[in-house]
């Protein structure tokens, strides 16, 4: 038997266990972070009450990292830092536990578009150096961590 829990995004169910029957699903209310473009782009649960979603918002002048925590009943946006002055944005996550997650996406300063991770030890998220392939147009869209 399986314990179905669905974590609603945006308005959509994103993830429920393979082969699960879903007899209902409950649409939870999540803050606005911006202006007027709150995107969240990936989700990971250790947990039925301990999820982190990641995404990027527009604060008006730029935008910027933008990361929620579930706790099983609410979401919560936590601080999350920025690296450049025009785009910050994250496009995955993965949790191994409550206190380690890694993040991962790009950053724009007006020039070139260069990798973006950050680390999460249960208390602060951190940018931490990653490469960059290229000269002008590197993203990082998904990551695993095990």
Known sequence: MFAVVAIVLGGVVVSTPAGAVVDSATIVPSPNAGTSDDQ????????????VAVGYTDNGSAYETLVMVWNGTVWSIVPS??????????????????????????????????????????????????????????????????
């Open 40 to 51: 969240l782009k990936s989700v990971s649960c250790v947990s039925a009450s301990e999820c």
């Open 81 to 146: 830092p920025n690296a450049g002055t025009v785009f910050d944005g994250l496009y995955s996550v993965s949790c191994v536990s409550v206190s380690e997650c890694v993040a991962v996406g790009s950053t724009y300063t007006g020039s070139v578009n260069e990798t973006l991770v950050m680390v999460w030890d249960g208390t602060v998220w951190s940018i931490v150096a990653s490469p960059n392939a290229g000269t002008s147009d590197d993203v990082l869209r998904s990551v695993s961590c095990v």
